[in-house]
């Protein structure tokens, strides 16, 4: 089994900051990308941010210079820093990650539960 457990979303001002956290745990072997992807209402999911096990980042062009993603391979986790949040990046967030289970040779796709961030004075 594989587990991806998300923290840290919320209710912030504009302007203002929130990090997420998403930890990876269970029978995994290697780990590739990891990412975050977010689904407002009424909209399909998108992608925000990925990270590459080497580090390499991509980000939408609407997250640009306000958010940051990162990683921590030793804890099997993936972080999202969200600065100068406005309201349009009020949505459910999902994390992702690319994974080889072990015993398998097979690389798959889980996604986390998703935690909401609402963007609002």
């Known amino acids: 089994q594989v587990q991806l457990v998300e923290s840290g979303g919320g209710l912030v001002q504009p302007g203002g900051s929130l990090r997420l956290s998403c930890a990876a745990s269970?029978?995994?072997?290697?780990?590739?990308?990891m990412g975050w992807y977010r689904q407002a209402p009424g909209k399909q999911r998108e992608l925000v941010a990925t990270?590459?096990?080497?580090?390499?980042?991509n980000y939408a062009d609407s997250v640009k210079d306000r958010f940051t993603v990162s990683r921590d391979n030793a804890k099997n986790t993936v972080y999202l820093q969200m600065n100068s949040l406005k309201p349009e990046d009020t949505a459910v967030y999902y994390c992702n990650t690319e994974l080889r289970r072990l015993g398998t040779p097979y690389v798959n796709h889980y996604w986390g539960q998703g935690t909401q961030v609402t963007v609002s004075s």
């Open positions: 269970g029978d995994i072997a290697d780990i590739y990308t």
């Open positions: 990270i590459t096990s080497r580090g390499s980042t």
